[in-house]
């Protein structure tokens, strides 16, 4: 059963930072593209990090270019998500998604609050 599970949400203070996990399991983690989405209220949702196979390449969206890195651990079965500088703007529902080839799988989500 293949199973995408996100935590480390939370409430964050403008400025402040959050680091995003997720762990997967029932398929080869290792062979697959790994990519954080958001989706905000009455917004679609959008492409946020994403890292190919081994992480050698990552790619960002220009919103969070700088504030946030993602990174996995392929012994670990893990793909993270860390955000510095965290904005109001960022307040959104977080999916990990795990893609290969025609195959892709979603996580429930975790929520990140941006909120003085």
């Known amino acids: 059963q293949v199973q995408l599970v996100e935590s480390g949400g939370g409430l964050v203070q403008p400025g402040g930072s959050l680091r995003l996990s997720c762990v997967a399991s029932?398929?080869?983690?290792?062979?697959?593209?790994m990519s954080w989405h958001r989706q905000a209220p009455g917004k679609e949702r959008e492409l946020v990090a994403s890292?190919?196979?081994?992480?050698?390449?990552?790619n960002y969206a220009d919103s969070v270019k700088g504030r946030f890195t993602i990174s996995r651990d392929n012994a670990k079965n893990t793909v993270y998500l860390q955000m510095n500088s965290l904005k109001p703007e960022d307040t959104a529902v977080y999916y990990c998604?795990?893609?290969?080839?025609?195959?892709?799988?979603w996580g429930q989500g975790t929520q990140v609050t941006v909120s003085s």
């Open positions: 890292i190919v196979t081994y992480g050698g390449s990552t």
């Open positions: 998604n795990a893609r290969r080839l025609a195959t892709m799988h």
């Open positions: 029932g398929f080869t983690f290792s062979t697959y593209t």
